[in-house]
Antibody
């Protein structure tokens, strides 16, 4: 059973960089697309972008200038970096396996942007 | 971007009654080469990640009760809960995976009347 787990700081200061890692267990990260999705408090779901196991990426244009998603197949992990964060980036961040729908999700991690 | 619009924003249904949620995409999500609709439905409860219910617009994910069904094609889709149970109280989202950026509907909150 494939499981995903997000990890990273729960508090980030404005203008700094948000960094999260998703560890995939119970299966290989290879040959799949892996996405980051977020949900601000009281709002809906927003796709941030995905990375393929080869390292190719695709980002939401609304965040593209600030986002980097990378993969480390040796560790079965993929990561998110979001630069120059503001309060608007406060959200629950999920990692998920992309495909015909998102079949596997992490539990989600709340990241608060505040000084 | 493909805009996904759900209706209604919320609905209250009696236990055992039918609940119907609509989802409209701003452009077709039917891919002509494989004749598949790239549309998924999720159930989302507080404190949990979303749970995939339906993919390809009408294929039920393994383990999902058969009271959940999806229908529609092109730009208009429906999720039906044939007999609402207490555990179905949640926010429901549609999502297109026809292209990027992946986009979700705004969500429909289902409650018990």
């Amino acid at each position: 059973q494939v499981q995903l787990q997000e990890s990273g700081p729960g508090l980030v200061k404005p203008s700094e960089t948000l960094s999260l890692t998703c560890t995939v267990s119970g299966g290989s990260i290879s040959s799949y697309y892996w996405s980051w999705i977020r949900q601000p408090p009281g709002k809906g779901l927003e796709w941030i972008g995905y990375v393929y196991s080869s390292g190719s990426t695709n980002y939401n244009p609304s965040l593209k200038s600030r986002v980097t998603i990378s993969v480390d197949t040796s560790k079965n992990q993929f990561s998110l970096k979001l630069t120059s964060v503001t309060a608007a980036d406060t959200a629950v961040y999920y990692c998920a396996r992309d495909g015909s729908g998102y079949t596997h999700w992490g539990q989600g991690t709340l990241v608060t942007v505040s000084s | 971007d493909i805009v996904m619009t759900q209706s209604p924003d919320s609905l209250a249904v009696s236990l055992g009654e039918r609940a119907t949620i609509n989802c409209k995409s701003s452009q077709s999500v039917l891919y002509s080469s494989d004749n598949k609709n790239y549309l998924a439905w999720y159930l989302h409860k507080p404190g949990q990640p979303p749970k995939l219910l339906i993919y390809w617009a009408s294929t039920r994910e393994s383990g999902v009760p058969d009271r959940f069904s999806g229908s529609g094609s092109g730009t208009d889709f429906t999720l039906t809960i044939s007999s609402l149970q207490a555990e179905d109280v949640a926010v429901y989202y549609c999502q297109q995976y026809y292209n990027t950026p992946r986009t979700f509907g705004q969500g429909t909150k289902v409650e018990i009347k």
